[in-house]
């Protein structure tokens, strides 16, 4: 069975949690990890899973609210990180403290084996050194997660189509951000190629991906300033032609919940 929740979703910090398990032994990883140790640990705790349940983390790429705490919680918790060459090297310029810490460097196009977790790691349009997001599986469903990309692609359309479950970024409505009191090239960054995607261009791609296998649909990274939960939500039911409250989202404070694909 393959599970998912999630800690965290937003510029304060993402933080996924997966899980294959079989009558015998469970996998878990993090995707990210952007919140600060204390909050990452509690949280963990509120989705029923201690520190020691984590056997990796997968690291999206080196911005803050990704990897702010992925050396921290490793180190404190003798986790193994897979993170391409190009992010470590973004973490490292920072002066983020590697030492002690088990890196696994990954290519950004390999798939590779946590245990019982299959992952597909896969390249996205973002501002960051070499970033990718992950379909992850326990070998019958498949989760996608895509945040932080600026372009949908046909490499990422590919990638997410035949899916069970697809965690997917609505960063910002359009109106709002460009109306709204970022300064100009804050806007100009996010609503850029290599920034974030607004909530038309994610139905867009939704609805241009193979929905067929789909179970859960849960919008993502929304931004508290430039979007509102409602319409991220109708423009996702309005791509897969359901209704509203069928849609799940992502929030900073909460995340979301267990979701479960046997
Ligand atoms: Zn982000
Ligand atoms: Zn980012």
């Known amino acids: 069975m393959l599970r998912f929740a999630s800690l965290a979703s937003g510029s304060g910090g993402n933080c996924l949690v997966a899980e294959a398990s079989d009558a015998t032994c469970a996998t878990r990883v993090l995707v990210d990890c952007g919140l600060n140790l204390t909050d990452t640990e509690r949280r963990l705790a509120r989705v029923g899973l201690a520190p020691r349940d984590i056997d990796a983390i997968l690291v999206t790429h080196e911005h803050g609210d990704h990897a702010g705490c992925v050396f921290d919680f490793a180190a404190a918790h003798g986790v193994a990180v897979y993170i391409t060459h190009g992010s470590l090297a973004g973490l490292e310029a920072e002066g983020k403290q590697i ?3 088990k890196i696994v460097p990954i290519s950004s196009r390999q798939a590779f084996f946590v ?12 501002d960051a050194r070499e970033p990718v997001q992950y379909v992850v599986s326990d070998g019958a469903a498949k989760l996608g997660v895509l945040t932080d990309i600026g372009t949908p692609t046909e490499h990422v359309r590919q990638v997410l189509s035949g899916l069970d479950a697809l965690v997917l970024e609505c960063n910002y409505d359009r109106d709002m951000l460009w109306s709204g009191a970022y300064p ?9 190629p290599l920034g974030h995607l607004d909530n038309r261009d994610s139905a867009r791609l939704l609805a241009a991906l193979d929905r067929s296998r789909l179970k ?3 919008g993502a990274h929304l931004s508290q300033q430039n979007n509102k939960p409602e319409l991220a939500r ?15 989202l992502a929030t900073q404070d909460e995340g979301f919940g267990w979701r479960e694909l046997v």
């Open 184 to 192: 100009k090239w804050l806007k100009e960054r996010i609503g850029g």
């Open 99 to 101: 030492e002690g810490v």
């Open 234 to 248: 109708a423009a996702l039911a309005r791509a897969m032609n359901c209704e509203e409250s069928w849609i799940g």
């Open 115 to 126: 245990d019982g977790i299959q992952v597909q790691p896969f390249t996205v349009p973002h």
């Open 216 to 218: 859960h649909v849960i």
